[in-house]
């Protein structure tokens, strides 16, 4: 009988393996999919010779994370690798804002729109490296982050802070419009809110947008070299040498919970694996609560909680081999390894408003990446490894569009969908389209198939919105890992701090589940005490054995 049992083998359910089993733990990791990774997986499916991200591809906050870098996964055989450039925001008339790791490159670019906006984002760039350290700390622990919070609130109460926090609410429109005369600084900091489910006119959405620029300005936006598969592989590397167990294609069914604890799982198979002292669960919180936790072992509360629960948006993705570098009118973007296709900030509006409106764009925002400009691992000298995603309603009412898109995502609506996409990527790189080797394409309905996280292709495990996150993440009152089931912990992305590989919601649930036995160890050691304390010394000088 393992001490704990991990459902699900993606990034926070290995990286929870990983430090339960550097506890001392045993530890069994049961994955539905034939092969761990979740959202971090690749393959060569969509042509001879070029590697493809099926799901996540840059990764920000890896590069940021204190719990990767502690796992020292360079040791099991991770690399990572850039493009020359983080990130591009080119424009139909040939002008280009661009983030690169070097900031006075990334100043002078945004120079170009308008003088003086250089130093306005060296002003952010600053305020970002004064409080950098605390608002790292900050996010990868758990909720409520009581150290990094009382230094940050020491740091802000000196420099500002109630400023610093009136521009981290604002919408992302408001503040590059606070901070910038030109299009081009706007531009980067919506662009980079867009990660997320964000509008240009959502609240958070600046301090979002900021995060995610500042990011990619320090760390870049690296990739693991040889596919995004390279990082499970180095989780699951490390895992095993530590003697955790990891077994694949074994779907969890039922957490089987007795007196009011978890005790172990129930697989696909009927088997049942007992856990001596704790299940943690990287899956999704619907999936979770009434789903492998029976609605009779929680709190109606919270499943009424559940009910209400948002997820963020559906994602359509593409993938493509091409023969060719892609021909960008910006010349810029020919050394992004990501690029965001939206003409202008108002196009972006227009965007998030058809979501709302629940319609299928007509002109779809899309993060377009350059796998080979990032990795020349990816495929063949001279051609290019590519992708493109964007967002789509999951409940789809209307096509904004002259096609008649109904969210069916059958193969018709699949490929009229990749068509778009790809007149999109055309308005920027004329002659893309006759570049296309071959061409894969991943609905909403082909990515939840694929990882059953990603609920209709949500790839943030719940919106990114204020309401949905810290102390209401995943449901209000709680922005921690236990649940209402004692020995259960939530270790997916569903949990604080959220989407993103970066391994803190499972590193978050297993140091909750190690503090939990250390305490009931600390228990059992005062029950002996006061034991001895009532007996007098009558033990005194025998062995306890």
Same mark, same amino acid.
């Given at each position: ?17 990983? #430090? ?66 983080? #990130? ?458």
């Amino acid at each position: 009988m393992p001490d704990a049992v991990v459902i699900g083998a993606g990034p926070n359910g290995l990286v929870a393996a990983n #430090l339960l089993a550097d506890a001392g733990w045993s530890v069994a990791v049961l994955e539905e999919q034939p092969e761990p990774g979740g959202a971090a997986r690749h393959d060569t499916a969509v042509a001879d010779g070029f590697v493809s991200d099926l799901f996540s591809s840059f990764y920000p906050l890896a590069a940021a994370s204190p719990v990767l870098a502690g796992l020292r996964l360079g040791d099991h055989g991770l690399r990572w690798s850039h493009a020359p450039h983080v #990130l591009a925001h080119p424009l139909g008339d040939g002008t280009c804002a661009v983030l690169d790791r070097d900031v006075t490159t990334t100043a002078a670019s945004l120079d170009a729109f308008a003088p003086g906006d250089g130093d306005a984002w060296h002003r952010l760039h600053d305020v970002w490296e004064r409080y950098r350290a605390d608002i790292l700390d900050a996010l990868f622990t758990p909720f409520p982050p009581v150290r990094a919070a009382a230094r940050l609130a020491l740091r802000l109460r000196v420099g500002g802070g109630l400023r610093l926090a009136r521009n981290l609410l604002l919408p992302v429109r408001r503040m590059g419009e606070e901070e910038f005369r030109g299009e081009g600084g706007r531009l980067l900091l919506a662009g980079n809110a867009l990660h997320a489910d964000l509008s240009p006119e959502s609240a958070g959405s600046g301090g979002f947008g900021w995060l995610m620029s500042m990011l990619g300005q320090t760390y870049g936006f690296p990739v693991p070299v040889g596919g995004s598969g390279a990082l499970t592989a180095a989780l699951a590397r490390r895992l095993t040498s530590r003697g955790g167990t990891l077994r694949c294609g074994e779907r969890v069914e039922r957490v089987v919970v007795r007196d009011r604890r978890a005790v172990g799982v129930v697989t696909a198979g009927g088997e049942t694996v007992a856990a001596r002292r704790a299940v943690l669960a990287d899956v999704s919180v619907p999936d979770l609560y009434g789903g492998l936790v029976d609605a009779a072992d929680l709190p109606e509360q919270v499943l009424d909680d559940v009910r209400r629960f948002q997820w963020d948006f559906a994602t359509f993705k593409v993938d493509w081999a091409l023969d060719g570098p892609v021909p960008w009118r910006a010349e810029e973007a020919a050394r992004a390894g990501t690029v965001h296709l939206a003409d202008g900030l108002d196009e972006l509006t227009r965007f998030m408003a058809q979501i709302s409106q629940r319609q299928v764009p007509d002109r779809p925002f899309s993060l377009f990446g350059q796998m080979t400009t990032s990795d020349p691992t990816r495929s063949p000298r001279g051609t290019e490894s590519a992708w493109a995603y964007t967002h789509v309603p999951h409940e789809v009412r209307g096509d904004a569009g002259d096609e008649g898109l109904t969210g069916s995502w059958d193969a018709k609506e699949r490929e009229i969908m990749a068509d778009r996409v790809e007149r999109q990527v055309e308005r920027f790189a004329p002659g893309f389209r006759k570049l296309v080797r071959a061409r894969r394409v991943l609905a909403p309905p082909t990515l939840q198939a694929l990882d059953r996280n990603l609920h209709g292709g949500a790839i943030n495990g719940g919106t990114t919105a204020i309401h949905q996150q810290l102390f209401f993440r995943p449901v209000p009152g709680t922005g921690r890992p236990e649940t209402p089931v004692a020995g259960l912990y939530l270790a997916s992305a569903g949990a604080h701090p959220g989407g993103g590989v970066h391994g803190a919601p499972g590193a978050n649930a297993a140091r909750a589940a190690l503090r939990r036995h250390r305490g009931d160890g600390l228990q059992r050691v005062q029950r002996l005490l006061t034991h001895r304390d009532r007996t007098g010394d009558r033990g005194a000088g025998r062995s306890a054995f």
